[in-house]
């Protein structure tokens, strides 16, 4: 099956810092890339929406000068979360859908951001 | 306003019954209705699609059913385990290349 991975699993950062997380679609290529965030015992909340060459559309109240998306290619999106501050810990996913079949979207296995 | 309810109450069953979770939502006139498993800190697995035209799906002790009518879908785990325990997220997807709209999720325990 398809294989989304995310780098990295966890980061624990000081207050004020940026901090990069990488989303990779491993065996298939990803014209859409989704962001989500998961608080505890909450549900999966999107984010954004990553488009491949294009400008990311993000949801109503969420700061687009502060989660910074970059979908360089067609395997690739970034979130950079900036000025990071201990609000913003939290539970970070990507999921990526086949460009043939974006009904099937396949999840990475999220990265758990503290801030101190 | 849009609503994506799972039972909130974690389901305990014994090992060998048939568990069955609840997804209802309103407001929404979804295309599919997908299922995913998610463990403790791990990203959500996909599990099954169901589309606003078909009534039941199939895979292996899984099955899902969908009536749009009710705006609801059960998810059926026949001769659980205690390996399924875990949390099931109902997830509504309004149109293909859409981002998923997720439920809370409902927790399973499958004692032996």
């Known amino acids: 099956g398809a294989v989304v991975s995310q780098h990295p699993s966890w980061v624990i950062c000081k207050s004020g810092t940026s901090v990069k997380i990488e989303c990779r679609s491993l065996?298939?290529?990803?014209?859409?890339m989704f962001w989500y965030r998961q608080f505890p015992k909450q549900s999966l909340m999107l984010m954004a929406t990553?488009?491949?060459?294009?400008?990311?559309?993000?949801e109503q109240g969420v700061e687009k000068d502060k989660f910074l998306i970059n979908h360089a290619s067609l395997t690739l999106s970034t979130l950079t979360v900036t000025s990071a501050h201990p609000e913003d810990s939290s539970f970070y996913i990507c999921s990526a859908g086949d460009r043939d079949s974006y009904n099937e979207q396949f999840f990475g296995p999220g990265t758990r951001l503290t801030v101190l | 306003s849009q609503k994506i309810e799972q039972n909130s109450e974690a389901l305990n069953i014994q090992e060998g019954k048939t568990a069955t979770l609840t997804c209802n939502y309103t407001?929404?006139?979804?295309?599919?209705l997908q299922w995913y498993r998610q463990d403790p800190g791990r990203g959500p697995v996909f599990l099954l699609l169901i589309r606003e035209n078909e009534k039941e799906k199939r895979k292996e002790r899984l099955k899902v059913t969908f009536d749009t009518t009710l705006k609801q879908s059960l998810f059926h785990i026949t001769a659980s385990q205690p390996a399924d325990s875990a949390t099931y997220l109902c997830a509504l997807l309004l149109n293909s290349g859409y981002a998923l709209n997720f439920g809370k999720g409902t927790s399973l325990l499958v004692t032996p």
């Open positions: 407001n929404y006139s979804p295309a599919y």
């Open positions: 065996d298939f290529q990803a014209t859409t």
């Open positions: 990553s488009n491949e060459g294009s400008k990311a559309t993000y």
